[in-house]
């Protein structure tokens, strides 16, 4: 029988004894808000915690064994007593609907399948919508014995400030920044894993995802359409038509961040602090052409764009919106 023990990620050691000292003095909380930017491996803690929680003969550290049937149950993707509730892929609001909580309470009344414990983990879980969230408070008021819920997020303002007060918060930071970049370098193929880094926002797992040339190409491709629009050389609802398949939430990230670079420039900031250093000398060409308001201006309107890419119904509508916006930004710079 082969060993199977979910990775740890290094910068999560302070989260990890935290709860294993919790679980040592039995006083391990019902209920976890894991809080923390994407990219920091908050479902492989919840993967790994919940091994050390379910096996039949975890060490004094905490450290699952990798051999019990429980591990091994893991291992195949379906132990019993680890439940995930996500957003329905097929609905079209992206919520996490109050049959999933229901579903939930239903299965979390039972006693755990012979493990010691039963986990539920929520994720995201500040996509449940309205009903879903009072159905969820009503299991934080009434827990059941060693059942753990642990809800993930990266935006936790999102959730009812009585869930919030329920749950204990654990919260992920981005690790030390060499600390990072000497475990993603053991990773990746790409040359710069700094660069990387940077334009993960200091999340090594977002980096890992970057380390794709394809990815990167397309990235640089997106950029020239992109400048291309203030001066009225493309058309923005063409550029939006040919950027419709990609991922949105990521498009806006980068979207952001080349409008941050161009105010950094124009503030005289060195281009090698940039987020896309790799990218400065379009960046700064564009950049001197158009002033700091509008920029300034249309940052605003990227945030907006992206508080609300998981909710808009009309995403290439807005898309185009925001495009339109930035040739904007150059005739009224002209
Ligand atoms: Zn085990």
């Known amino acids: 029988m082969s060993e199977f023990r979910y990775q740890r990620l290094p910068w999560q050691d302070p989260q990890w004894q935290l709860l294993q000292q919790s679980l040592a003095q039995g006083r391990l909380p019902h209920a976890l808000l894991l809080c923390g930017p994407p990219g920091l491996g908050k479902e492989s ?7 050390s929680l379910l096996c039949t003969r975890r060490a004094q550290d905490g450290l699952a064994c990798g051999v019990c049937r429980h591990c091994q149950l893991l291992e195949s993707g379906n132990h019993p007593d680890l439940r ?10 992206g919520e996490i609907t109050i049959e999933a909580i229901r579903s939930l309470t239903a299965s979390a009344s039972l006693t755990a399948h012979g493990g010691a414990y039963k986990v539920v983990a929520v994720q995201p879980a500040h996509r449940m919508n309205s009903a879903a969230a009072n159905s969820l408070l009503k299991t934080l008021e009434e827990p059941t014995p060693r059942t753990v819920i642990m809800l ?21 930071l981005p690790p030390d920044r ?16 700094e660069l990387l880094l940077t334009l993960a926002n200091g999340a090594p797992l977002r980096a890992l995802q970057l380390d794709d040339s394809e990815l990167l190409k397309a990235r640089g491709e997106m950029l020239s359409g992109f400048l291309q629009l203030p001066g009225g050389r493309r058309d923005p609802v063409g ?16 979207l952001a961040g080349w409008v941050i670079d161009m105010i ?15 990218l400065a000398q379009a960046l700064q060409k564009t950049a001197d052409k158009l002033n700091s308001k509008a920029l300034h201006g ?8 992206r508080r609300s890419v998981e909710s808009n119904l009309n995403p290439q509508l807005a898309l185009e919106n925001l495009l339109i916006s930035w040739r904007d930004c150059g005739t009224e710079a002209s």
Do not use: M
Request: hydrophobic share 40%; net charge positive.
């Open 239 to 254: 550029l939006a038509r040919g950027w419709g398949g990609f991922d949105r939430k990521l498009l806006l990230e980068w």
């Open 84 to 93: 995930w509730l996500k957003p329905d892929e097929q609905g079209k609001s």
């Open 298 to 305: 249309y940052l605003l309107q990227v945030y907006t764009a």
């Open 264 to 278: 950094r420039l124009r503030e005289g900031v060195d281009s090698g602090l940039l987020f896309n250093r790799d």
């Open 45 to 51: 803690f919840v993967l790994s915690f919940a091994q």
């Open 152 to 172: 993930l997020t990266d935006q936790p303002g999102r959730l009812l400030p009585t869930i919030r007060s329920r749950c204990q918060r654990v919260q992920f």
């Open 178 to 193: 060499a600390e990072a970049i000497t475990w993603l370098a053991e990773k990746v193929t790409h040359e710069d894993p």
